[in-house]
């Protein structure tokens, strides 16, 4: 039954959606979105809506996973950093894609949670951290990618800082209820910086973001 819906959930919110990038659509279609819900929720998984996941987080609208995974370019074998990672499922997609993905949850019940289901499902290309996500982490800097699930009030300087060289950072930024996608670049160690209007995220807190 999942699988069914699953490809019905690719073909209308991802291809239909005007996803193109074939590693994007061929992880959506491998990675189990229902097991990354309550199980009271998973016939919803595959529907098109963002759900709740507990502590006041969402698991993300197909369509935005999808989005921000095809712009972030992965090739294969990329350094992702992921700040807020939630349920764990666009760590997963992304791990799906051929990245070795770092990522930050401010939640310890959320990151514990994500880190026990992502090593169930094998993804151990996949590092989760609890902390602040806003500070980035420093440790495995630089990083190929930045993806940030949350909306933020500025970019903080301390994940463009941590960016290499040719790297690709996508960030939601704006007023809570009015964002824009923001895509940044690096190139020549200038940052270039391009906007796609797009839907509300959750707030992204920390020390660099939103306080609660």
């Known amino acids: 039954m999942y699988e069914r819906l699953r490809e019905a959930m690719v073909k209308k919110l991802v291809v239909e959606a005007g996803i193109q990038n074939p590693a994007v659509i061929s992880a959506m279609r491998r990675v189990p979105r229902h097991v990354f819900v309550d199980a009271a929720l998973g016939h919803q998984a595959y529907g098109n809506g963002s759900l709740p996941i507990g502590f006041g987080q969402t698991i993300s609208h197909p369509t935005t996973v999808a989005v921000m995974s ?17 349920s764990g499922y666009q760590a997963a997609v992304l791990a799906e894609m051929g990245a070795k993905v770092f990522t930050i949850e401010r939640i310890q ?42 909306g933020a009030p500025a970019i903080p ?3 463009a800082g941590q960016l290499n ?6 960030i939601p930024v704006g007023k809570p209820d009015a964002q824009k996608l923001n895509l940044i670049e690096k190139k020549d160690g200038q940052l270039s910086l391009q906007t796609v209007p797009f ?5 992204l ?3 660099k973001g939103w306080t609660t």
């Open 70 to 86: 095809s712009l972030l370019d992965i090739q294969g074998g990329e350094k992702v950093l992921e700040i807020g990672t939630g």
């Open 109 to 150: 019940e959320l990151a514990n949670r994500s880190r026990t289901l992502l090593e169930k499902l094998g993804y151990y290309s996949i590092a989760v951290k609890i902390g602040d996500g806003t500070l980035g982490w420093n440790e495995f800097a630089p990083y190929d990618r930045i993806i940030v699930t949350a």
């Open 157 to 159: 300087e301390n994940l």
């Open 165 to 170: 060289e040719n790297g690709k950072l996508i």
């Open 199 to 203: 839907r509300r995220f959750v707030p």
């Open 205 to 207: 807190i920390g020390q």
